[in-house]
Every structure is written in structure tokens, then in C-alpha cells.
């Protein structure tokens, strides 16, 4: 199984919600990891500022960005 480090910042989305967004990031990069192959190692930083998303990843030291469209 890989090792995922999460790092996650939310300012409008309740506390509950933002767990349950935290375990499913994490949940669905370990997936990845095991069906993929290809990483043995992710940090995620993931950032939510007025229902704007960004994530940033990186997978056995390789940077990967994205941002989800508004």
C-alpha cells in the first residue's frame, strides 16, 4: 500500500463534510496507488477557499497540479 500524507485547508465547507472529503482523498489515492502501480509514495495538499478547490500532488517526488474548475 502506498503512503499518503494529506494535507488539507478548508474555509467554507463544515467540519464533518471536510473529514469526509479528507478520507475520500485519501481513500481514492490509495486506489489508485494499487491499481496503477506506479507510486509508492503521496503528498496531497488539497485547499478549498470560497467553493474553489486546488490539489497538488506528489507522487514519488514527481510534482503533479490540478485545480477543479469553479
Given at each position: 500500500?502506498?503512503?499518503?500524507?494529506?494535507?488539507?485547508?478548508?474555509?467554507?465547507?463544515?467540519?464533518?463534510?471536510?473529514?469526509?472529503?479528507?478520507?475520500?482523498?485519501?481513500?481514492?489515492?490509495?486506489?489508485?496507488?494499487?491499481?496503477?502501480?506506479?507510486?509508492t509514495r503521496?503528498?496531497?495538499?488539497?485547499?478549498?477557499?470560497?467553493?474553489?478547490?486546488?490539489?497538488?500532488?506528489?507522487?514519488?517526488?514527481?510534482?503533479?497540479a490540478g485545480?477543479a474548475p469553479?
Open positions: 500500500m502506498a503512503e499518503v500524507n494529506l494535507t488539507a485547508a478548508f474555509s467554507t465547507v463544515p467540519a464533518a463534510e471536510a473529514e469526509e472529503i479528507k478520507r475520500v482523498i485519501v481513500e481514492t489515492v490509495e486506489q489508485v496507488a494499487r491499481d496503477d502501480g506506479t507510486f503521496a503528498k496531497i495538499v488539497f485547499t478549498e477557499s470560497d467553493e474553489r478547490c486546488g490539489l497538488t500532488a506528489e507522487l514519488d517526488g514527481v510534482k503533479k485545480r469553479s
